[in-house]
């Protein structure tokens, strides 16, 4: 519903929608289910099988493939491409970032639409000033604890994740990941998106 109203207060049209970054497939399968025809692409055969148990358990029909997003190869093929939760932060090559959005521009009808969302140098550094260690879920099966360091010479924060979930009564299985982040000035976006043939808008 907030995806239609977004499309609305933009004057965006067109059913057909790449879902970059896809991961588990909750923002692809929820669209679909509202009725757009919907490409998910991501890197991890991991999450990808997890996006298509979802689209099977909702009966949607959405088609998921692995791809590397600075590799796509569509051609004018989508109304409206979008990529979510920080997934152009693991770009941490500017040069990577730009390949990305020359795609993104590719995969688009004329006319079409990029909808993402990214951290700047500044949301990174906020963040950072949260720490050290902050709680990001406290429930009764699971509990995720992160810390993150932030390295302003190289615009870089590192993620140290780790979660604890319930398996049974008394018995926890502990996770640990490190996830590193790139932050981006508002003007190095502005370049990619122009130099890529964007006309664009911040909010």
């Not at 051609?75 to 090559?93: A, M, P, Q, R």
């Not at 140098?121 to 509990?143: H, R």
Request: negative net charge; hydrophobic residues 40%; proline residues 1%.
């Amino acid at each position: 519903k907030n995806f239609t109203k977004i499309l609305e207060n933009f004057h965006i049209r067109g059913k057909k929608v790449l879902d970059v970054a896809c991961g588990e497939g909750t923002f692809a399968v929820e669209i679909a289910k509202q009725g757009f025809e919907v490409v998910g692409v991501d890197l991890s055969p991991e999450m990808l099988n997890f996006a298509r148990e979802r689209a099977k358990e909702e009966s949607v029909p959405v088609i998921f493939l692995k791809k590397d997003m600075r590799e796509l190869d569509f051609h004018e093929e989508f109304d409206i491409v979008t990529c979510w939760f920080d997934s152009l932060n693991y770009l941490l090559e500017y040069k990577d970032l730009k390949k990305t959005f020359e795609k993104v521009h590719e995969a688009l009808k004329t006319g079409g639409a990029f909808l993402f969302d990214m951290n700047t140098v500044y949301g990174l550094l906020m963040a950072n000033q949260e720490g050290p260690v902050y709680i990001q879920q406290d429930g009764k099966d699971i509990f995720e604890v992160q810390t993150i360091e932030f390295d302003l010479e190289e615009s870089v924060a590192t993620f140290y994740v780790t979660v604890f979930e319930r398996k049974e009564e008394g018995l926890w299985e502990r996770f640990d990941e490190i996830h590193r982040e790139r932050g981006y000035r508002v003007k190095e976006i502005a370049s990619a998106l122009s130099e890529t043939g964007f006309v664009f808008s911040f909010y």
